[in-house]
């Protein structure tokens, strides 16, 4: 099996010239047993549907140049129709091969996605995802509050372990899919589901909304990031905790730039006062690679131009513009750059 | 052929009566009451071209958005009306129009050896009503409150919370403007199919173009109560304040779903089967033969009719449902595949038998089985559940549907325009221009739609305005785009073509093509009248078929617009009865109910208050006017 799908792969390669970019965002880059399985089945598929597609055009090459007749005078229609015996047969025979071709296409699909369901459960780490226009709210469930994390379109996960994602929507259907990692699943309102995956190979994985959910649906990305279980228990105990105190003036005087503006209506900074929920959980922003629902990078200028213009960035998006004195956003982004 | 001496029309006094009983009135008020289906066909067809030729605007200017990563050409909120608009007018304003509508109104009764359409003014009504949705969704559009939740609004984003304004309920309404219209057409074909055939065209003689007009609209009676139910639903939910897929109030967001592709798949083959069928009818004609396998065809239409309304989850893989039930849909899905591969097969076989007479629509034929083939394999991929969550909503889809609704539909209907123009204007296209058109459009289109395919493996969702440069989906944006402008040229030189022959063409003659049907039995373009005297029908092709001295029907009256009334088995003349003749009733009915459903978009009162002038309209359409020189009452036929 694995055999076969690296074969194709190279002769896709060799034909196609790397058309997918291997080592990137696709779904024929698995990094997970799920995508992996999903992979095979894509080849075998591909293979007997080309197959398929050089057999008939092949045979209406040949019908056309075995037939062709010069158009100065229309034919006259014969009242016989020789051949059509032997028609009888090709095209009785051909109808009996797409069905048996089509069986074992069932087969094959249904015998693939029992195993893409088949992860084993123990040992698992489950997420609870919740989709927002225009984010993703993850969270770590804990029947202890203080041992659940909430954080926002960044997901970390342990390689090697099965991670039971639960499924659910705050407002309209999104789609989750990190294409490298496992399918799609639609997050619904109102009918919450799971499925679960396991990454195989570690590193950073981009995954978007796949189901239109508005003005902003073409930006609200996030990444799956794939760690050795060390790193990620070392990550976990980190988000545990409420969020840094200002280590000097100018974060200080962030902190309370945070709290005496707009920012604290929408986000939570678990530590101090600002609690709301409608917006992403900013308590560990600083150790987020990206902002924006993987708009943009984590860095100062971003920060600032997104900050004071979110509409610019992303239009219709729900974070309304901040106007800032300047010396209040360096203070603010200080801030934020110190709540790793 | 003998028999084309009684159909195709000579001066004679019997004809001069004819012109004069059917004739459509001059000037303004005979244009707008004429409903004759020679007329309402060829309007359905210019309206659903103009259709087709805006939404083609619109992807291209999609296509521009999207030729580069971070493009600032068109922001968020138009470009999702321009996605919205596009995807709704190509299904429900051009592809069921035209090759439902138009070409069915046009020639299912010349094929047929009718005089005329039945219920003639309900016709009429369809056609001005869908004008009528059509228009509503495009002032909608010009004004920037143009529909913005997608082709198929899913709930919630198209609910009163996530789009409020009056966007979504211009695409709603516009729904309900164009299901009637189709019902209406559905009734008509349906009806004349089954009770107006010449004398002769049993149902096992009956030209399998009349067949997938059956099965069509049995379809459409099926599935357009569905969504005339999800958008009704939707509407109320969105004017009224009903709950119905509110999940706050209990209501489900899955129901939507259900109902609306329990109508959209089957949709998909009401546009495929009308391609299907024009491949049936032409392939013979060009390949200088009858067609082999005429029953299994027939039976695999048959067929696909019934397993098109079986397979409608495939849509909603992605929703988590149990895997018992997808795997049961993936079946499905597949088996669907057995009716349109006996069909290919057979189209096969027949050329392979054949001698083939090379003229444009042949490369249209051509065109078709490779990007239809295409189309119908990376389809079996998304039948399979676990293929289908990976591209499920991606370009690969994107891709998809593009090959098989251009190459099911779009290639079929240019080789039925070459095909049937010259009946329709009683000139020839210009083959040259024709072959330019092909190739332009034919390289253009896998320029623009194979590409896609590999844009959705990696990783690009659709109905994105825009992408990141990182995601490394520029140069294949562009070659897509690039594709579009390949396109266009094909359709200007097609539209140069049209235009100029038209106008300037060779003029053809009653039968250019030597094909077999009875359209080809009577002059191009064909009289008000259709035929001087009803043809006779010996076999499936009934022009070839026909006896040195195949009788025509004489007997019916030419000082009234009388019809034959045959029954539905065997053909035989059962009674004749008159057609009901211009009228601007259906016009006039149509602007009532077409004010009625707009005002309901503003104001709930629109619907009792509304509800008066359209029960006026009806009262004057449906008034008995005991005018007729001859008894209205059934009578017998004598043999």
């Known amino acids: 099996m694995i055999a076969l799908s690296t074969t194709t792969s190279n002769l896709t390669l060799a034909i196609l010239g790397d058309p997918y970019h291997a080592g990137q965002h696709a779904a024929l880059n698995p990094a997970s047993g799920q995508a992996a399985h999903i992979e095979w089945l894509y080849w075998l598929l591909f293979w007997i549907l080309a197959i398929v597609f050089v057999l008939v055009m092949a045979t209406l090459t040949a019908a056309a140049r075995k037939s062709v007749t010069p158009v100065q005078e229309i034919l006259d229609i014969s009242r016989e129709n020789p051949g059509d015996e032997g028609a009888a047969w090709a095209v009785g025979t051909a109808v009996g091969v797409t069905v048996v071709t089509l069986l074992v296409v069932l087969v094959a699909s249904v015998v693939t996605g029992k195993r893409v369901e088949a992860v084993p459960l123990n040992n698992s780490v489950t997420i609870q995802v919740r989709g927002h226009q225009w984010w993703w709210e993850i969270t770590y469930p804990n029947s202890e509050p203080y041992l659940t994390v909430t954080t926002a379109n960044e997901i970390h996960v342990p390689v090697g372990r099965p991670i039971v994602v639960l499924t659910d929507s705050g407002d309209v259907i999104h789609s989750l899919w990190a294409p490298n990692i496992a399918g799609k699943r639609d997050l619904l309102p109102g009918i919450p589901t799971s499925f679960s995956f396991q990454v195989d190979k570690p590193g950073i994985y981009h995954g978007q909304c796949a189901e239109f959910c508005g003005l902003q649906h073409a930006q609200m990305g996030f990444a799956i990031i794939a760690e050795s279980l060390d790193q990620f228990s070392a990550w976990y105990r980190q988000q545990l905790k409420p969020a840094?105190?200002?280590?000097?003036?100018?974060?200080?005087?962030?902190?309370?730039?945070?709290?005496?503006?707009?920012?604290?209506?929408?986000?939570?900074?678990?530590?101090?006062?600002?609690?709301?929920?409608?917006?992403?959980?900013?308590?560990?922003?600083?150790?987020r690679d990206m902002i924006a629902a993987e708009t943009l990078p984590n860095v100062p200028g971003a920060l600032a131009g997104w900050i004071l213009d979110p509409q610019g960035v992303k239009p219709g998006n729900h974070m309304a513009p901040n106007i800032l004195a300047p010396d209040d956003l360096q203070a603010l982004i200080a801030y934020l750059q110190s709540l790793h | 052929m003998a028999i084309a001496e009684a159909t195709v029309p000579r001066e004679s006094e019997h004809t001069d009566r004819l012109n004069h009983t059917w004739g459509r009135s001059r000037g303004f008020l005979g244009w707008f009451s004429t409903v004759h289906h020679t007329d309402i066909g060829i309007r359905y067809m210019v309206t659903s071209f103009?259709?087709?030729?805006?939404?083609?605007?619109?992807?291209?200017?999609?296509r521009l958005q999207l030729a580069r990563p971070n493009n600032g050409l068109i922001g968020p909120d138009r470009y999702n009306q321009l996605f919205t608009v596009h995807g709704s007018t190509m299904i429900f304003l051009f592809a069921v129009p035209m090759l439902f509508q138009g070409f069915g109104v046009y020639v299912v009764p010349l094929m047929c050896g009718?005089?005329?359409?039945?219920?003639?003014?309900?016709?009429?009504?369809?056609?001005?009503?869908?004008?009528g949705g059509g228009l509503l969704l495009w002032i909608g559009l010009f004004l920037n409150i143009g529909a913005d939740a997608g082709w198929f609004a899913y709930i919630p984003l198209s609910g009163p919370q996530f789009s409020p304004g009056k966007r979504v309920d211009f695409?709603?309404?516009?729904?309900?403007?164009?299901?009637?219209?189709?019902?209406?057409?559905?009734?008509c074909l349906a009806t004349t199919i089954l009770r107006y055939r010449a004398p002769g065209m049993t149902l096992n003689r009956m030209p399998i173009l009349l067949w997938e007009k059956l099965v069509l609209s049995i379809m459409v009676m099926f599935a357009m109560p569905a969504v005339m139910v999800v958008s009704g639903l939707l509407l109320l939910d969105r004017l009224i304040g009903t709950q119905f897929f509110n999940p706050a109030e209990g209501g489900d967001v899955l129901l939507y779903q259900h109902l609306f592709w329990f109508f959209g798949h089957p949709e998909v083959y009401i546009i495929f089967l009308p391609g299907a069928a024009i491949m049936s009818t032409i392939i013979p004609v060009f390949w200088r033969r009858h067609i082999f396998g005429y029953t299994p065809i027939v039976v695999s239409v048959v067929a696909t009719g019934f397993i098109g309304f079986g397979v409608w989850v495939h849509h909603m893989f992605a929703t988590g449902l149990p895997q018992l039930s997808e795997?049961?849909?993936?079946?499905?899905?597949?088996?669907?595949?057995?009716?349109?591969?006996?069909?290919?097969?057979?189209?096969?076989?027949?050329?392979?038998?054949?001698?083939?007479?090379f003229r444009i629509p042949v490369l249209w034929i051509f065109g078709f089985f490779f990007i239809f083939l295409i189309g119908g394999l990376s389809g079996v991929m998304l039948a399979s559940v676990p293929l289908d969550i990976q591209v499920h909503d991606t370009y690969f889809v994107v891709a998809h549907f593009h090959y098989v609704l251009i190459g099911g539909a779009l290639f079929p209907m240019f080789a039925g325009l070459y095909y049937w123009m010259p009946k329709m204007t009683g000139r020839m296209l210009n083959e040259t221009l024709g072959k330019w058109h092909f190739w332009l459009f034919f390289i253009g289109f896998n320029m623009t739609f194979f590409t896609m395919h590999f844009l959705g493996l990696r990783g690009m969702p659709r109905r994105v305005y825009t992408y990141n440069q990182n995601m490394n989906w520029g140069a294949l944006?562009?070659?897509?785009?690039?594709?579009?402008?390949?396109?266009?040229?094909?359709?200007?030189v097609f539209l140069a073509n049209f235009l100029h022959s038209?106008?300037?063409g060779p003029i053809a003659e009653h039968n250019p093509w030597k094909a077999g049907s009875l359209e080809w039995a009577t002059s191009s373009p064909p009289p008000p009248y259709n035929f001087p005297y009803i043809p006779t029908v010996n076999g499936r092709e009934a022009l070839w078929e026909a006896a040195p001295n195949q009788p025509v029907v004489s007997g019916i009256r030419d000082d009234v617009p009388e019809v034959l009334v045959t029954n539905s088995l065997d053909a035989d003349p059962e009674y004749k009865e008159e057609s009901e003749g211009a009228s601007l009733w259906p016009f006039l009915t149509a602007l009532?109910?077409?004010?009625?459903f707009v005002g309901s978009i503003f104001t709930a009162w629109a619907v009792p208050i509304g509800a008066v002038p359209v029960i006026v309209c009806l009262l004057g359409w449906l008034w008995p006017r005991g005018h007729s020189p001859s008894p209205r009452m059934a009578e017998k036929w004598s043999q």
């Open chain 2, 477 to 492: 944006n562009m070659m897509a785009t690039l594709g579009v402008a390949f396109m266009f040229a094909g359709l200007v």
């Open chain 2, 114 to 131: 009718a005089r005329a359409i039945a219920f003639p003014r309900l016709n009429a009504f369809s056609y001005y009503i869908y004008l």
């Open chain 2, 50 to 62: 103009v259709f087709f030729l805006l939404g083609g605007v619109l992807a291209g200017l999609m």
């Open chain 2, 327 to 357: 795997s049961f849909f993936t079946a499905a899905s597949l088996m669907i595949v057995i009716p349109t591969a006996t069909q290919f097969f057979c189209w096969l076989a027949t050329m392979w038998n054949g001698r083939l007479q």
């Open chain 1, 244 to 287: 840094a105190e200002p280590a000097n003036e100018a974060e200080a005087r962030g902190r309370d730039v945070f709290l005496t503006h707009a920012c604290v209506m929408c986000h939570t900074i678990r530590g101090t006062t600002a609690g709301s929920r409608y917006g992403p959980d900013l308590t560990h922003i600083a150790s």
């Open chain 2, 592 to 596: 009532a109910v077409s004010a009625a």
């Open chain 2, 171 to 187: 695409w709603a309404q516009m729904i309900t403007f164009t299901e009637v219209s189709a019902l209406g057409s559905a009734i």
């Open chain 2, 502 to 504: 038209r106008e300037y």
